[in-house]
């Protein structure tokens, strides 16, 4: 189900690769000592949360973080084919712009898979891209798909959009056939349990092990997981406070701690 391959290895498809598994801060944070962002274990420098979906048919994207860029030239992704976006806070939606050289490779808009209120926040934040007539600012082409919690098709495979509960925000998570990825989420209401049984693989957001107002701490990601049972559990979104290697010690056996470059097979 899952490969420690490089990210830059030929990937076996299809496959869904963590490009990101940092907090909205990252690790190493700015302006931080502390011995995790000192660490020169590569599994504990963690960029914003990244994902991509790779099938015999095209690359999509889980959100754009600020690292877009570095992201997908390290993990030697040539081409998208669209984007689905699980919420608009500033970490899951700020790379947007490093879509421009797909859609001019392409000549033609690169599909935005999200809810209403995820486009409403997009246009106002990334106004250019979207302004009517000629203008001498290199914009990124983009079009708007909406989505529900019905699931839809894209690059080959069918995915299904999973509410969950982000603080008082409600938001998507995606489960593509026996695989899940649920960030950001302090709360899984009890009609997606349902959407979240017979795993084979959780992707589950845990910030650290203090209570957070809108996040799963580690204690709330494991009752979660304990719930519902997956047959592997991988832990993401994580914050400079846990150290990889240490946190994994004392996690279950089927229970990890995600890193960036992580491949999971679908």
Aim: aromatic fraction near 6%.
């Amino acid at each position: 189900m899952t490969s420690d391959a490089s990210a830059n290895d030929t990937p076996t498809l299809p496959s869904l690769l963590l490009t990101g598994t940092g907090t909205s801060m990252g690790v190493p944070m700015v302006g931080c000592t502390c011995d995790v962002c000192r660490s020169t274990d590569p599994k504990n420098h963690r960029t914003r949360t990244g994902v991509v979906i790779q099938t015999g048919q095209g690359n999509l994207l889980i959100d754009t973080s600020q690292e877009l860029r570095l992201q997908l030239v390290r993990a030697d992704v040539l081409d998208i084919e669209g984007v689905v976006y699980t919420h608009a806070h500033a970490d899951h939606i700020l790379g947007i712009d490093d879509l421009r050289i797909f859609g001019f490779k392409k000549k033609a808009a690169i599909p935005l898979y999200c809810e209403e209120a995820v486009e409403a926040t997009v246009r106002q934040t990334f106004s250019y891209a979207f302004c009517d007539g000629a203008t001498l600012h290199s914009k990124p082409r983009l079009e708007f798909r909406r989505i529900s919690t019905t699931p839809f098709d894209a690059c080959g495979v069918t995915i299904t959009p999973i509410r969950l509960i982000h603080g008082k925000l409600p938001i998507l998570g995606f489960r593509v056939n026996n695989v899940a990825f649920c960030t950001d989420v302090s709360e899984i209401p009890d009609e997606s349990r349902k959407q979240l049984q017979d795993l084979d693989v959780l992707i589950l957001g845990a910030i650290r092990d203090e209570p957070h107002p809108t996040h799963f701490n580690i204690e709330q990601a494991l009752e979660a997981i304990s719930d519902l049972r997956p047959r592997k559990a991988y832990l993401t979104h994580i914050s400079h406070t846990l150290d990889h290697e240490a946190t994994n010690r004392r996690l279950p056996d089927h229970v990890e701690l995600a890193y960036d470059g992580l491949r999971v097979m679908l």
